[in-house]
């Protein structure tokens, strides 16, 4: 076994599911932080075990004849964007690679018709939702930005990040600028003291209204009629500026209490014609151009019929399910996330949708308690966590033996254990297709149809 700090040159020869590089040494894999397939790199060992080592590349010795220079300033050290430095056709390569190896090594399945990735035209100022973290800072007393690669505990100060408008770029270098002066005290990550924790930017880019939330731990936003009268001012476009209080240690831009300071308390977003409010704590598709092609590709599996009962599994603030309404008889929808069905059953009304219902609660528990809802369906979207669908949701959607099913996931190991196992109980998998959602990063979703055999 190699010793930790151990200097070594590495072949790469693949890139791994969560992003990391993979290299040989000797014949044993080594995983890194860095590099593309074809290169060599000079790495420094961080952990070392019998089968495979760590490291952390230090030098690329040997370039890729598709690496690329990255444009973002922070590329080096933000842990965002990690692909930037592929040029975009390979990144698909591998996105879709991911899904392929996935359904091969886990799923065990290799007759799977897997299509050509669908690609976004905008690689960067893509995301409508952008989350900042505040952290003391010896020298500058704190910063503002985005964490270090693979480090919780240590952020870098954002001085432009390019999957956001310029107008939010703006956002983050005024309020910094605004905390500095006022001497509002920011929250330290290790001791867990101080009040200014996060800044979450929401940008729609079909209706280009803004929200801001800032996050902080117990207490009134000091001053906030002279934040509100300076922020506004300076950006005239910000449509609502909300205050949520996160009174816990984990490190998350989620609030337990909300304060509206400034506008609506929401903003509003369009997807295929139907228009979507999105609150602060609201979960909404990150992409929303490529949501789009996502639930238009979804649609089209299905193929739904006018007289179609429609499960919208997992169903959050109603999206999937609502742009379908208007090809089906009925849409039912489920989602253990109460503030997500409060905002569904809103966006239903000023959509004028009739023909939709939400069911607040968990999908294993509700299909034992009240079967006859699941019953009366015939096809079903399904659209889980990273983590899958449940075991137990998972055998009750075999036994009610929908005929049709559509599974979105963001995962796609998770995709394959569930799509195996419903191949096993006499589903036939149709056409998997992946969607490109966030260019620059690892991250893949796709869309598969099934069959009931």
């Known amino acids: 076994m190699r010793k930790i700090g151990e200097i070594v040159d590495a072949k790469i020869k693949d890139l791994a599911f969560d992003g990391k590089a993979i290299g040989d040494i000797d014949g044993k894999i080594i995983f890194l932080n860095g590099g593309l397939p074809g290169e060599t790199v000079r790495a420094r060992i961080t952990k070392s075990r019998p089968r495979f080592d760590a490291a952390k ?47 091969k090594h886990i799923g065990k399945m290799d007759d799977v018709e897997i299509t050509d990735i669908i690609g976004a035209p905008e690689q960067f100022r893509y995301r409508n939702k952008m989350e900042f973290s505040f952290h003391v800072a010896p020298e500058d007393g704190f910063v503002l930005g985005l964490h270090h690669r693979g480090e919780f505990d240590k952020i870098f100060n954002l001085e432009e990040c390019l999957l956001q408008s310029d107008t939010a770029n703006k956002i983050v270098l005024w309020l910094s600028e605004y905390i500095k002066t006022n001497r509002i005290p920011v929250y330290d990550l290790i001791e867990h003291t101080g009040y200014i924790r996060f800044l979450i930017i929401r940008e729609t880019a079909n209706t280009g209204q803004i929200m801001v939330n800032i996050v902080t731990s117990n207490g009134k936003f000091p001053d906030a009629q002279k934040f509100i009268s300076e922020f506004t001012a300076a950006f005239p476009e910000i449509t609502t500026v909300a205050h949520n209080i996160n009174s816990q240690k984990a490190n998350i831009a989620k609030g337990e209490q909300e304060t509206i300071l400034f506008g609506p308390g929401c903003i509003e977003e369009i997807l295929l014609g139907k228009k ?109 966590p990273r983590a899958g669908l449940h075991k137990k949701a998972l055998k009750g959607l075999i036994d009610f033996g929908y005929p049709r099913l559509v599974y979105i996931s963001c995962n796609p190991a998770t995709f394959a254990r569930d799509a195996a196992i419903m191949r096993e109980n006499g589903y036939n998998i149709g056409r998997v297709i992946p969607v490109d959602m966030f260019p620059h990063t690892m991250h893949i979703e796709l869309a598969a149809d099934f069959t009931k055999g």
């Not at 929808?333 to 997500?340: D, K, L, M, R, T």
């Open 276 to 384: 979507f409010r999105i609150y602060a704590n609201s979960f909404f598709q990150t992409n929303s151009r490529q949501a789009e092609k996502l639930y238009q590709t979804a649609f089209e599996l299905l193929n739904p019929e006018p007289t179609d009962r429609l499960l919208d599994l997992y169903c959050g603030t109603g999206t999937i399910g609502l742009c379908a309404s208007d090809r089906v008889e009925r849409v039912v929808g489920v989602e253990i996330e109460e503030s997500a069905v409060t905002a569904a059953k809103e966006n239903a009304v000023i959509n004028n949708v009739e023909n939709a219902e939400y069911i607040c609660g968990s999908a294993q528990d509700l299909m034992k308690t009240d079967p006859e809802l699941f019953s009366g369906l015939n096809c079903a979207i399904i659209d889980p």
């Open 57 to 103: 590349v230090l030098q690329i010795i040997e370039k890729a004849p598709e690496r690329i220079d990255a444009p973002c300033r922070h590329f080096d050290i933000c842990g965002g964007c990690t692909w930037q430095d592929l040029e975009y056709e390979r990144q698909l390569y591998y996105k879709r690679k991911q899904v392929v190896d996935c359904i």
